[in-house]
């Protein structure tokens, strides 16, 4: 399973940085003001990554090209 500091590296090649956190919550934004919210849980249920991957306009194949 993938930790959440991994998860916002492989968002990081894309564009976003992190604007914040709250909690256990990594927000991230990218320069078009686009923004993902990343759980930094040590597992994620596969449908909220899914989500976080489908939010930021990617399919799961381009996602995991990315790691």
Do not use: C, W
Not at 14 to 37: E, F, P
Not at 40 to 67: C, D, Q
Request: proline letters at 1%; hydrophobic letters at 40%.
């Amino acid at each position: 399973m993938l930790g959440g500091r991994r998860r916002v590296k492989a968002f990081g090649r894309l564009g976003y940085a992190v604007d914040h956190q709250t909690g256990s919550h990594i927000i991230l934004r990218n320069s078009a003001g686009r923004r993902l919210t990343i759980p930094n849980h040590r597992e994620l249920a596969k449908g909220t990554l899914r989500a976080i991957i489908r939010e930021a306009g990617m399919t799961s194949e381009e996602f995991a090209a990315l790691l």
